[in-house]
C-alpha cells in the first residue's frame, strides 16, 4: 500500500539541491596566457551549465530462440554547453574566438595537438550552507563550438554566449567516489575468485562460501578409496615388493 503522508514529509527531512547553487572553473591553457586577463571573470558569468552524464554503447546479441539480448561495450560522454554574461568589452567573446583560432589557426586551417589547447573544468554544485556537495573535473576539455550572438534593436537585454565543450571523460572528485572504486576493484577480484557473482550480492557471497568446500574436498583424498596400511592387499604389496 502506498505510503502516508506523514511518512512522504518524513522523507524530505534533508535540502533539497538547488540548481542555482553552482560555479564553474576553467583555467586557462598556457598556450592561452596572452589572454589571461581576458578570462579572468568566466568563474563569475557563468550563468548556465550542467554536471555531466555518461552512456552506455551496447550491441545486440541473440542466440537460438532466446529473446534479444543488449551488452555494453563504450562508454560516452556527451558535450556540455556552458552559457556565458558578455561584458560590454566583449573580453569573453575574444577569448574563446582565440581558443578556438588556436585549435585551428585560420591562417593555415592546420589542427594543432589537443594537449597543447585542453585543460581541466571543474564544474561545483554548493549546498545550502554554500559547501561543496558535488564536484566533477572533465579531463581534456576545449570548446568545439562558439554560438553566435543576435544582434536586434528590439532587444533590451544582455548577451548570452554559449560555449559548447568536449572532453574526454569525466570524474567526481568526492571521497565518496574513491571509496566506490575501492568497493568496485574488491568486487571485482571477489568475482573473478568465485568464477562470478550472478544475481544478488547474497547470492554471490552464498556462490563464493559454497565454492570452498567444493575446492577443499576436490584436493583431499576420498575417506572410501584410501588404502588400509594393515590390509591384505597392503601387506601382499609391500611382500612382493621385498621379494
Not at 579572468?40 to 551496447?58: F, H, V, W
Request: hydrophobic share 35%; proline share 6%.
Amino acid at each position: 500500500m502506498p505510503g502516508s503522508i506523514n511518512e512522504f514529509k518524513a522523507s524530505f527531512r534533508k535540502e533539497i539541491a538547488r540548481p542555482n547553487k553552482f560555479d564553474v572553473k576553467i583555467p586557462v591553457p598556457l598556450t592561452l596566457i596572452p589572454y589571461v586577463n581576458n578570462a579572468k571573470s568566466l568563474n563569475y558569468r557563468c550563468e548556465n551549465a550542467s554536471l555531466p552524464g555518461r552512456n552506455m554503447a551496447t550491441t545486440e546479441q541473440k542466440i537460438g530462440s532466446n529473446p534479444v539480448e543488449k551488452y555494453p561495450y563504450l562508454s560516452t560522454f556527451t558535450d556540455i554547453d556552458l552559457t556565458f554574461i558578455v561584458d560590454d568589452d566583449m573580453n569573453q567573446k575574444v577569448f574563446f574566438d582565440a581558443w578556438l583560432n588556436f585549435v585551428n589557426p585560420q591562417y593555415n586551417y592546420n589542427f594543432r595537438y589537443k594537449e597543447n589547447y585542453s585543460t581541466v573544468i571543474t564544474v561545483n554544485q554548493y549546498d545550502v550552507t554554500n559547501q561543496i556537495s558535488y564536484s566533477v573535473n572533465l579531463y581534456d576539455a576545449y570548446p568545439v563550438a562558439v554560438n553566435p550572438l543576435s544582434l536586434d534593436w528590439s532587444l533590451d537585454g544582455y548577451h548570452k554566449l554559449v560555449v559548447t565543450f568536449a572532453y574526454t571523460y569525466w570524474q567526481n572528485n568526492s571521497l565518496q567516489s574513491y571509496g566506490m572504486q575501492l568497493v568496485d576493484a574488491g568486487l571485482a577480484y571477489v568475482a573473478d575468485m568465485a568464477g562470478g557473482l550472478g544475481g544478488s550480492a547474497i547470492g554471490g557471497l552464498g556462490q563464493a562460501g559454497n565454492a570452498l568446500p567444493s575446492a577443499l574436498s576436490s584436493s583431499s583424498p576420498d575417506p572410501d578409496q584410501a588404502i588400509n596400511p594393515y590390509s591384505e592387499e597392503a601387506l601382499r604389496e609391500r611382500t612382493t615388493n621385498i621379494i
